[in-house]
């Protein structure tokens, strides 16, 4: 993992839920760690919701003034190139497809600068409407792409069906993310998988991963 990790994706592909997990593996390697909740279009399901378990880790939290609060508006009151100039872990959480990635855009000229120092993984989800298809999927990425006005460095299968995903869901995947990676050059940096369907520890293929992001019904 490097020392800067952005977070893209489509809405509801399980971005919040992947930083969350990153976050929480980075605080065991990283002196320090903060997560940036750069989603402005979406007032659910966000990095904010998980203050307190960050704060038990020692991990920093910074997200929009007013932030799950019933005036949740699209308000920036800190400086992200700052934070990328410290020495510690950056995640930053980007909202979903180009509609969110357009708050991004605006710190693109400083990220863009480190180099070797980022990466900007591509999160998919074969069972979201709209990225049903590699070619959807890509569509949408050089989308991102563009608002954003930076490249991603490699692409994330994040396919699951919430509570009700299977070990043979994350299975079937697997062409599908090849692909994806396939028709964008990119590498495919890993698979997730709820820890409880993994049937081996981490490889460097499989991430498993805790699921903190759930909706009410399966809370």
Request: aromatic share 8%; glycine share 6%; hydrophobic share 40%.
């Amino acid at each position: 993992m490097k020392r800067i990790t952005v977070i893209t994706g489509h809405y509801g592909c399980g971005k919040t839920n992947l930083s969350v997990n990153l976050a929480l593996n980075a605080a065991k390697i990283w002196k320090s760690v903060t997560v940036v909740d750069l989603d402005l279009v979406n007032p659910y399901f966000r990095t904010a919701d998980f203050k307190k378990l960050f704060e038990e880790n020692g991990i920093k939290l910074i997200a929009p003034d007013f932030a799950n609060t019933n005036l949740d508006v699209p308000s920036v009151q800190f400086d992200i190139e700052q934070l990328a100039a410290g020495d510690g872990c950056l995640i930053i959480d980007v909202g979903g497809d180009d509609a969110g990635a357009f708050a991004l855009g605006r710190h693109a000229q400083s990220l863009n600068n480190y180099g070797d120092e980022l990466d900007m993984l591509y999160v998919i989800n074969q069972r979201r409407n709209l990225t049903e298809t590699a070619d959807e999927a890509v569509s949408l990425m050089y989308e991102i792409e563009t608002a954003s006005r930076m490249k991603h460095t490699a692409v994330v299968n994040n396919t699951n069906l919430g509570c009700e995903t299977t070990a043979e869901i994350i299975a079937e995947s697997k062409d599908f993310a090849d692909e994806v990676a396939a028709k964008t050059g990119l590498p495919l940096a890993f698979t997730t998988c709820p820890e409880d369907l993994c049937e081996s520890p981490e490889t460097s293929d499989i991430l498993p991963i805790r699921v903190f992001v759930k909706p009410l019904w399966e809370i």
